[in-house]
């Protein structure tokens, strides 16, 4: 009886996105970019490209870091999950499901939190916590990062990530590995857009503090 | 005085050394006890900042004692999305959010419930920090009064996501989840109001005191010493006199136990009374078993300084005194050498090495006195070089004095132990034999001459023919005094030169006493 139903629902909701980003994908047509990806080998896991795979693989096989889903990122980080609710990020895998992309590794790989590691995204029924790039997509797992703040309180100032704002050089490079090349047209200055997203609202003109 | 010190020098200079031991020691305890104190007292301080906190807290620790602890158990496997704690007036007492803690909710679905637009108790579906939730306000009933409502919203955009609908059949399985988990919620915080109305102030200290080791009692005092919170309760409104609040800091001691007391001004205001002095005794046990230690520690360094001291002294007194001693004997052992060295000298002859001609009289008297008492025989020869003084003018007297040395060391080795030979004068050589009959000494006579003339005398590759003349005599019984028997002997001697020399000639007295006659 499950079975079928979720049929139904995914139907539906293929139906659904279609009826409604039709203007969007008459305008987009047929994406060369989206073609070369397509023809392109699997990409790096972004995590893998900016540690390096050494450090990659000594971090994530230690089975140290888990990944946990922003909303236990919102208990502090209030105004930034707000404020990255506005952001192209959090619509990452909306605009995978509007062109029936949603199950494609090659997509997968930078428009989901930490798809390809063990404990990041597998697909939208097992996981639809950890979809869209949240903020464990750029800086890395978090449960280290919360174990952190639970056992220094008030002193606890930053660290526990793989790419925490810490270590500026690795978060860039995650930057880079997702908008590569083939997909910068999000922005041409990356110190400019890296410094904007420090911001808890990097689409608003206001600074948060 | 100076002569004195440089006497003592050495135990001056030690006990200078103990003084100075003695006093580092003391100086040490006292940097330390001094320090031991500063850290009791900013121990004290410490405490009574946090106590002072706690006290300013109570009330809000009092409502949030246990809600603390359900916001961390809340989990059931649901993804709690909020969770508060409010009160009738919409103040927040408890939040997953600590930053909202105590401030007014105005969520509009809040508010609707509140004026009675929506219904309480019942779950609602709507978005919340641009997330689809399912929230519901549970209120809390006590005695038929609303003391508070739980404001739960559980995250379902993902139910939403598969299924675009709210009424989904896992959302809805979810509710009977929820309303059981809300049920042992409302429990929870029933029991925890009841607990903390039953809990005043100074239950509160008294269960912090007993949950530390060291604090005895926790005090409020106003200006005029009156003790309005304490965690002893028999002192509760009494007014401590000036023997019971000594100054900041004093250490005392009371039942066999050492205290300390503090004594601060605090910013608490309580009953109306503001800026409450806080009194803090705790126990200063620790710190009295510390000044002991390092009293002990200071004196026993003393003690040893004193003994090592001590000791020092003795041993060099005694290796001294040794020393002193050592010097003694071996001065004496020397001056003995010398004296029997010089007896010596005074006793023989320096050419020949024989006894010399006093010591030989010396011994021949005593000699004759003993053979006389015992009834000894004793016997004389005095032996004279042939032609010496021919020798002497021939040779020269170097060469004199060889043949002298020669001979008489030919003459002692025929001689035995018991003989005495000495030089008389010139190249006069006297002999006498103790316990000796005339018979015998002149075989040893005989001996002497054969050993004289057997080989020459070499002296400077000159060979000098040498032979001796010698004359005896005996003691007899009718001898009265040992010159005679010398006398007798020298006759005899004189008869020998008469009769052609290198030959032994004794004293006849038979002849003597006729020629006299």
Redesign the interface.
Known sequence: MNNSK?SN?SF??IF?IFISFMPLTLVAGDNPRVNAEMESELHNIPLKDALGEEAYNDAIGSGKYRYVGN?KC??CH?KF??GR??DPHDYAMKSLEKKGYENNPKCLICHATGFGTPTGFIS??KT??L?NVQCEGCHGPGNIHIKMAKRERDSFHSGGFLAGTDRPEVLKKMCISCHNERWDRSYHNLDKAYNKYKKADPNSKRRYR | MATLIRRYKIPIVLLMLVLGIAYLSYYNYKIQKNLLLTQMHNNSLNIVSSVTAAINRFDAIKSTMNLQKLVKDVSFGLEIFEFRFLEPDGTIRNSMFQDEIGKVYTNKSYVRTMQGEQKIKQFFFEVRDYVDVMAIYYPIYKDNELIGLIDLAVDISEYKVLDNSNENFSVLRRQSDIINLLKSIEGSIKNSLDVSAKTDINEFLYNYIQSTKNILEISLLDSQNKVHVSSNKNIIGTVLSNKELPPPGFLTLSDERPLYRTLVTTDISKNGHENLKLLLITDATAYSNHEFQLIRTASVTTFIALLFALFTTRSIYFSAIEQSRKEKERLEMLVKERTRAIEILSKTDALTGLWNRRYLEEMLEMEFKRARRHNFDISIMIIDLDHFKNVNDTYGHMAGDEVLREISSRITSCLRETDFIGRYGGEELVVILPMTTLHVAIKVANIILETISSKPVVFESQSIETTASIGMSCLRKDHTDHLKVFAEADEALYVAKENGRNRIEVYDHTKKESEIE
Do not use: G, I, M, Q
């Open positions: 979720n629902t539906f909701k659904l909303s919102r208990l209030r999950f707000l609710k506005k939208l029924e639809p916590r979809s």
